[in-house]
């Protein structure tokens, strides 16, 4: 059978191919979300109108925010990658604070600091949850060896070894 090959495009590329998918979710998820928010916000008979006006008018922006992220991110996790010949989560923890730090400079360097910290929190805890599901995917099938694995990846995870208690 044969398998999916799940690398990404080389870096030019990539940073095209990212932003056209940060905008085209934006977009759906701006559409669906500024969508309820016009049928919400419009008199009954007219929330349709109301919906599909909002729709018009808020997701393509909605979209193109998606793509500016999508864009700067994808770009700063080439340059990360590059200047630290390795592929690892820290590139997009990185780059995820340095594009929410340059889209907030012009709010002035305060809550430039603040974006960029939020941001790298943010694709911190993605980065995370993706570690954590790719160390369940490759849980053994036999239920006894379990917690012996668990504590396995863990210990690699954390680079630390368990010593014994000296008395």
């Known amino acids: 059978m044969p398998r999916a090959d799940h690398q990404r495009d080389p870096c030019p590329w990539s940073v095209v191919s990212d932003a056209g998918s940060a905008f ?16 919400k916000n419009t008199p009954r008979g007219e929330r349709m109108r109301g919906a599909i006006s909002s729709i018009k008018a808020r997701a393509p922006a909605t979209g193109g925010n998606f793509g500016v992220f999508g864009a700067l991110w994808s770009a700063f996790d080439c340059a990360v990658a590059e200047w630290r010949q390795t592929e690892d989560p820290w590139n997009a923890i990185v780059a995820g604070a340095l594009t929410g730090g340059s889209l907030g400079l012009r709010s002035g360097p305060r809550l430039a600091l603040a974006s960029a910290v939020s941001s790298g929190l943010v694709i911190g805890v993605l980065e995370g949850a993706g570690v ?25 995870l954390t680079n630390t070894h368990l010593q014994a208690p000296t008395t």
């Open 132 to 156: 954590v599901a790719r160390v369940f995917s490759e849980r053994p099938s036999t239920p006894g060896k379990l917690q012996c694995f668990l504590i396995s990846k863990l210990l690699l």
């Open 24 to 39: 085209a979710m934006g977009a759906i998820g701006g559409g669906i979300w500024h969508g309820v928010k016009g049928a």
